[in-house]
């Protein structure tokens, strides 16, 4: 059962080597891409099955012993997170394979699309399943790899500009991140995360925070947290419609994951709890006057995502059950809807020719069904009832007045600001892009939008739906697996033993305090 650990990871990786070999034959690329993601899909739904009856799963490589070894660990936030990753990564493949990925077929290296795709879905698969700070470093260094190759199909000016601040931004946290874990090895002999959440708490409370706030740094920029999220509206817009989905619904995800591990295995109810809070503040308020701000489908969404980490990092700061619940519900249902809308800004691209709100017009009467593919998630991620965003919302705003403190009643300020502000920047795309009269350039590029795109955008559509129907197993899921975040415990006796996990010091009760074992 516990071999089920490393198919996330193995699959992609062989997918990608064997599509490479086939780079002359794209339609046996597609296929054999098609077959490995489907076969990821299969395995996450296996570990939403596994994981609740078996608690934490545990893979040790090789039968080296934790401290030494590469260890893959799946608890409930894990499954959830890969299930969800699997179907969105799924659905845009086979969204893209409807399209070209690139505007000059002849100067795009299109037979790298699929390898690179594989990679990038094997390096997310890692991020979730590392049980240690190194091996979650290996899987950020190749989705971010990956990620600069997908970022710069086509080869165009624009692109190759925002890859470069793309990069250069990613290496800086790279670098951040490959200190911090140095500095953590040095000051606690491993970075065995299990291992970690014993040796850290007693450490001085100095170099606790030093060591928290390296990570917490490389982890905010990845995530695009207020204020180093600057790189993001900037980088994503240019890049073709199935990628930004990915980059938008998945790549920042992975950073706000590696902040929830950090927040609650490593530094639980830290010193730095309330500049949590205060990023969180900042990147709600920013990134929606941002978004309101901007003429431009794709960058409005940019600035839409900037701004919803702040609800994400809301519960992460808070750190009761509570916040932690919604935050891990609210993840998942911001991962979909975020790549959802994506695509159909590229259904809307291929149609009316433009993202440029200016230039579109009358779209819902000459494509209706683009229209309910926009309608919906963008109700859902402006947080209309009684879609997912609005249950999750609630559940972060509930946190936040149970939290009874000036920092936790002006997030929920912020959240109310930014719920209203989000649905007014939707109001707007709707009004330019479906409702006003079109324009000449509109009718000028009345391209057809293949079926396959529209297909994939209906599933994806439907899958955050689904979210909404099984809102109620969803966040009992969710605050199981927040309650097992917080104790510490299940985690460290699954990978150490439960002799380790008894050197616990203290534990995170459902309050957000501080209980002491020992």
């Known amino acids: 059962m516990e071999l089920l650990l490393a198919l996330p990871v193995v699959l992609p990786l062989a997918g990608a080597a064997a599509t490479l070999l086939l780079r002359h034959r794209h339609k046996v690329q597609l296929w054999l891409t098609i077959l490995t993601l489907a076969a990821i899909l299969a395995v996450a739904i296996a570990l939403i099955a596994l994981v609740p009856a078996s608690g934490v799963l545990v893979l040790q490589i090789g039968d080296w012993t934790p401290t030494q070894g590469i ?41 790298i699309y699929h390898p690179t795709y594989l990679a990038l879905v094997a390096g997310v698969s890692m991020a979730f399943l590392a049980g240690d700070l190194f091996n979650l470093y290996v899987g950020f260094e190749v989705l971010l790899a990956s990620s600069y190759v997908l970022l710069t199909l086509g080869g165009s000016a624009s692109r190759v500009r925002a890859a470069t601040t793309y990069v250069i931004v990613s290496l800086l946290s790279s670098v951040i991140f490959l200190s911090a874990i140095a500095a953590i090895y040095a000051a606690t002999g491993t970075v065995n995360m299990a291992m970690l959440a014993v040796r850290l708490d007693g ?104 701004s919803h980490m702040g609800y994400m990092l809301l519960g992460l700061g808070v750190s009761t059950r509570l916040g932690m619940t919604a935050t891990i519900f609210y993840v998942a ?56 965003g609005f249950i999750g919302k609630v559940g972060l705003v509930e946190a936040g ?89 299940p985690y460290v006796s699954a990978v150490l033993g439960d002799e380790a996990a008894g050197e616990l010091h203290y534990r995170i009760d459902d309050a957000g305090e501080k209980v002491v074992e020992r």
């Not at 660990?73 to 409807?98: H, K, Q």
């Not at 199935?242 to 619904?249: E, K, R, Y």
């Open 203 to 306: 450490l001085q409370e100095g170099t606790r925070m030093v060591l928290e706030l390296l990570l917490l740094v490389a982890f905010a920029i990845k995530a695009a947290i207020f204020p180093l999220s600057a790189w993001l509206p900037d980088s994503y817009p240019t890049a073709p419609a199935p990628v930004t989905a990915v980059f938008a619904g998945l790549l920042t995800k992975v950073g706000i994951y590696a902040i929830l591990r950090l927040e609650t295995l490593l530094f639980p109810a830290s010193q730095l709890s309330n500049l949590l809070l205060a990023a969180a503040a900042l990147s709600l308020v920013i990134g929606i006057l941002g978004a309101v701000a901007q003429t431009d489908l794709k960058r409005v969404l940019s600035f839409t995502l900037v």
């Open 71 to 111: 260890v893959l660990v799946a608890d409930r936030i894990t499954a959830l997170m890969l299930l969800v990753s699997s179907a969105v990564t799924l659905a845009v493949l086979l969204y893209s394979s409807g399209q070209t990925v690139a505007e000059n077929s002849e100067r795009t290296p299109v037979a």
């Open 401 to 489: 007045i149970a939290y009874d403190r000036p920092a936790g009643w002006i997030l929920v300020g912020a959240s109310v600001l930014t719920s209203l502000l989000t649905l007014y920047a939707i109001a707007k795309i709707w009004n330019r892009a479906f409702w006003q009269a079109p324009s000449e350039d509109v009718v000028a590029n009345d391209h057809p939008v293949p079926r396959v795109m529209t297909g994939a955008t209906t599933a994806l559509v439907a899958f955050s739906v689904g979210l909404t129907l099984a809102a109620g197993p969803l966040m009992t899921y969710s605050d199981e697996a927040a309650r097992t975040v917080l104790e510490r415990t």
């Open 333 to 388: 249902h911001h991962i979909t809807v975020q790549s959802t809308l994506f695509l159909v800004a590229g259904l809307i691209e291929q149609r009316g020719g433009t993202t440029n709100l200016a230039r579109l017009g009358g779209l819902a009467k000459a494509a209706p069904v683009i229209a309910v593919l926009f309608f919906v998630p963008a109700m859902n991620l402006a947080g209309i009832p009684p879609f997912s």
